[in-house]
């Protein structure tokens, strides 16, 4: 079992910056896959960026690419989604996965967080 919990969601201005996080715990995370989904009031869930533990490969959906960056500290088995330049269209929630495929697909995905709400206003 592993179980994520993600913070530092909040409210923010257009063109602003937040960064999440995702403390996971119960099992190393070193054959896993760690992603960052959102999914914004009567849209689906969607990708947002995916890392590999073990070497640090990471992708990105087109939407967010260049202004988000996903990262982990193996010390802390921590990963973190470093958000720049945010607009009104990225207010979502924000889940952390782990799972054990390079997918961008949700239900591919074995474990998840609670969620953080991200607001960005205009």
């Known amino acids: 079992q592993v179980q994520l919990v993600e913070s530092g969601g909040g409210l923010v201005q257009a063109g602003g910056s937040l960064r999440l996080s995702c403390a996971a715990s119960g099992r190393t995370l070193s054959s896993y896959f760690m992603a960052w989904f959102r999914q914004a009031p009567g849209k689906e869930r969607e990708f947002v960026a995916a890392i590999r533990w073990s070497i640090g490969s990471t992708s990105y959906a087109d939407s967010v690419k260049g202004r988000f960056t996903i990262s982990r500290d193996n010390a802390k088995n921590t990963v973190y989604l470093q958000m720049n330049s945010l607009k009104p269209e990225d207010t979502a929630v924000y889940y952390c996965?782990?799972?054990?495929?390079?997918?961008?697909?949700?239900?591919?995905?074995?474990?998840w967080g609670q969620g953080t709400q991200v607001t960005v206003s205009s």
């Open positions: 996965a782990a799972g054990i495929a390079p997918t961008r697909v949700v239900r591919s995905y074995d474990y």
